[in-house]
């Protein structure tokens, strides 16, 4: 190891390549709490692709495991470091390269926060849709390796759908170009797509081609409060089948509604078993019609309160409580976050089954997520230190997948599966799809050097 800490240093430019034990500490852990990291020999922090080439190829001949990561918002361990591992850290490829107004692209470098594409290319009239509710802090190289979603995918789509293209390093250092600046184009096999949401597993990728959307003019926003959790179940159903061209909607129960305003003060229905957010960025004045048809369902199904605002401010404030979620609720404790969808006709039995749950296993689970695509996000909080609670909680994380499978849906939406779904993988797609897959991860890293122990 000593030998390769000493080529990697001299390959690279001065601080590029870190030992520091304090420094590596910081390095060792994503966001995912109840997963204990390794720990890495040394840390890596290029610049450049060639950088970044180098890195890969001074590994590969030492047979050094890589874990590459962003900005470490993962929450399912999916950048946590592993014993003897080289950390190849992103954070400082952070320039927006290219923003092309009439083609309507980006290109990235995976450093790149999520929000802050939008705010390049605000002036040209353009933005980033895929909005995650971490935006202001995970990085665009994340977002592709785990197909990030966010508030506005029940609309406009998630990562995969705005990709056009990718620069990769390969497991033996070898850079490829993936996908074209052209819309359509079938010219061999779709490797962006192969890559998108494989979690660092078969390459790193050092830039990103997105397309990018014309800015809406406005938007209307909607709240409802339900006296039950079931009853929002309902109209999530009701307003899919509706029709309506939303461009959010999203899901809040008690727990979490609590816990936000607890942190916040922000007034909000403390009472409520539920609330909805819904939202319209269609033209006027088909958005005004939209958000009140949206407040007349919800009645329907049965809110106590309703109602519509296309105020900014107002409206930016009940989206801010929806994304102060999970830090609302790691304040209360130690928390094991699911990341579920199933088919959006049956949220209301997924309300209903994370309720039996929680009663079953004796925790408590604050219950949010993207109601608008089936996605949603039951966290688990356990007292600090509470083994025995631990021991339920992870139970009851179990459950949740369980239930996820069992109507018909998926282990995981947009988080990846990481280290801590790897049980429930088979059970999702098949032994044979998984045999597909695993044969797909040997051709391109055969000696399993790229972000081992994840996904597969």
Known sequence: MSRFVEELGDALPPGAVVTDPDVLETYRYDRTEWVTPGTPVAAAFPTTTEQVATAVRIAAAHRVPIVPRGAGSSLCGGSSAIDGCLVLCLERMDRVLEVDAVDQQAVLEPGVLNADVSVATADVGLWYPPDPASKTYCSIGGNVATNAGGLCCVKYGVTRDHVLGLQVVMADGTVIETGRRTIKGVAGLDLTQLLIGSEGTLGIVTKVRVRLTPLPDGASTMVAVFPTLGAAGVAVA?????????????????????????????????????????????????????????AEICEKAGATYAAATDDPIESEMLLEARRLAIPALERLGDTLLDDVAVPRSRIPHLVARTEQIAAHRDVTIGTFGHAGDGNMHPTIVLPRGDEDAAVRGRAAFDDILVAALDLGGTITGEHGIGVVKQPFLEREVGSGNLAVQRSIKRALDPHDLLNPGKWL
Request: avoid cysteine; aromatic fraction near 2%.
């Open 238 to 294: 009701d307003l899919v089948a509706s029709g309506l061209q939303l461009s959010l909607l999203e899901l809040v129960d008690r727990t979490t509604t609590v816990a936000v305003d607890d942190w916040r003060n922000m007034g909000l229905d403390r009472d409520a078993a539920a609330m909805l957010l819904a939202q319209s960025d269609s033209p006027e004045p088909l958005r005004a019609t939209e958000v009140a048809r949206a």
